[in-house]
Nanobody, 120 residues
Framework: EVQLVESGGGLVQPGGSLRLSCLAS????????MSWVRQAPGKEFEWVSD????????SYADSVKGRFFISRDNAKNTLYLQMNSLKPEDTAVYYC?????????????WGQGTQVTVSS
């Protein structure tokens, strides 16, 4: 059974940083691309970033480019999202998602999410 468990969310002031983690189990983590997706209150899901199975290829939504950085440690079955220069509009529940492929933006499993609140 695929399990994705996010952690690292919390309350942070504008301009601050957080690092989210997603611990994966139940599948061969190193074989699949992974993504971060978020949902702000009252809004639709928004894709944030993705990384291919080996970690050598990444992409970002324009809204976070240059501020957020995705990475993965295949030895630890863990996906990360380093979030810098946070803005109030980054407030959302952040989910990690597994792709059915080794690259590309597609999702077949999701975690339960972690809340990120950016506020002074």
């Amino acid at each position: 059974e695929v399990q994705l468990v996010e952690s690292g969310g919390g309350l942070v002031q504008p301009g601050g940083s957080l690092r989210l983690s997603c611990l994966a189990s139940g599948f061969t983590f190193s074989s699949y691309a992974m993504s971060w997706v978020r949902q702000a209150p009252g809004k639709e899901f928004e894709w944030v970033s993705d990384i291919n199975n080996g970690g050598g290829s990444t992409s970002y939504a324009d809204s976070v480019k240059g501020r957020f950085f995705i990475s993965r440690d295949n030895a630890k079955n863990t996906l990360y999202l380093q979030m810098n220069s946070l803005k109030p509009e980054d407030t959302a529940v952040y989910y990690c998602a597994k792709s059915p492929w080794d690259t590309g933006i597609d999702f077949d499993s999701w975690g339960q999410g972690t809340q990120v609140t950016v506020s002074s």
